[in-house]
T-cell receptor
Framework: DGGITQSPKYLFRKEGQNVTLSCEQN?????MYWYRQDPGQGLRLIYY???????QKGDIAEGYSVSREKKESFPLTVTSAQKNPTAFYLC?????????????FGSGTQLSVL | SQQGEEDPQALSIQEGENATMNCSYK?????LQWYRQNSGRGLVHLIL?????REKHSGRLRVTLDTSKKSSSLLITASRAADTASYFC?????????????FGAGTRLAVHP
């Protein structure tokens, strides 16, 4: 069964703590993306990666970091520098590394601050 | 930066009626895409229309694109209760890189049995 798996579904962060959100895909897609969604709003791009070992900042990269060591995996770390991390985080992938067309999304991770 | 803006923000209709959602954007685009999101879930791609296309159909969905007005519409015909969801338009701007898909705030559609 091909798709994108995000874990955990719910995550809680304490003050000053870094947390890592997992995203794994078995679609053999080259490009992967991280978006943040706040209540009642659209998605904002955090980071994207067109190919292994390469990634680019999106519109709201401050306070976040990523890595792309394997084609299948694109973990997102929310650092303590991100002062307002509470949001719904969505990972996506697309087959075309040259353009963001027909993104496939995971089911999301809800991050809350304790 | 939010490029697309959907209108209306919320729409409530009866089963069997048609639902029309509109999207406006600000800069020239490579393509425009529509996605659906059920509450608390990820998004699902519905349809993509390129800047040189004017209309596209997929099942009960019809999408139009007017690049002169920088606007698009999504029509869902003969709606069903299962169509209840949020619908987002997303654009790939010509400038800024083809990997930057920019989403609007969405239209919340409620279809009542």
């Amino acid at each position: 069964d091909g798709g994108i798996t995000q874990s955990p579904k719910y995550l809680f962060r304490k003050e000053g703590q870094n947390v890592t959100l997992s995203c794994e895909q078995n679609l053999n897609h080259d490009a992967m993306y991280w978006y943040r969604q706040d209540p009642g709003q659209g998605l904002r791009l955090i980071y994207y990666s067109q190919i292994v070992n390469d990634f680019q900042k999106g519109d709201i990269a401050e306070g976040y970091s990523v890595s792309r060591e394997k084609k299948e995996s694109f973990p997102l770390t929310v650092t303590s520098a991100q002062k307002n991390p509470t949001a719904f985080y969505l990972c996506a992938s697309s087959i075309n590394s040259q353009g963001a067309e027909k993104l496939f999304f995971g089911s999301g991770t809800q991050l809350s601050v304790l | 930066s939010q490029q697309g803006e959907e209108d209306p923000q919320a729409l409530s209709i009866q089963e069997g009626e048609n639902a029309t959602m509109n999207c406006s954007y600000k800069t020239s685009i490579n393509n425009l895409q529509w996605y659906r999101q059920n509450s608390g879930r990820g998004l699902v791609h519905l349809i993509l229309i390129r800047s040189n296309e004017r209309e596209k159909h997929s099942g009960r969905l019809r999408v139009t694109l007017d690049t002169s007005k920088k606007s698009s519409s999504l029509l869902i015909t003969a709606s069903r209760a299962a169509d209840t969801a949020s619908y987002f338009c997303a654009t790939v701007p010509v400038s800024g890189g083809y990997n930057k898909l920019i989403f609007g705030a969405g239209t919340r559609l409620a279809v009542h049995p």
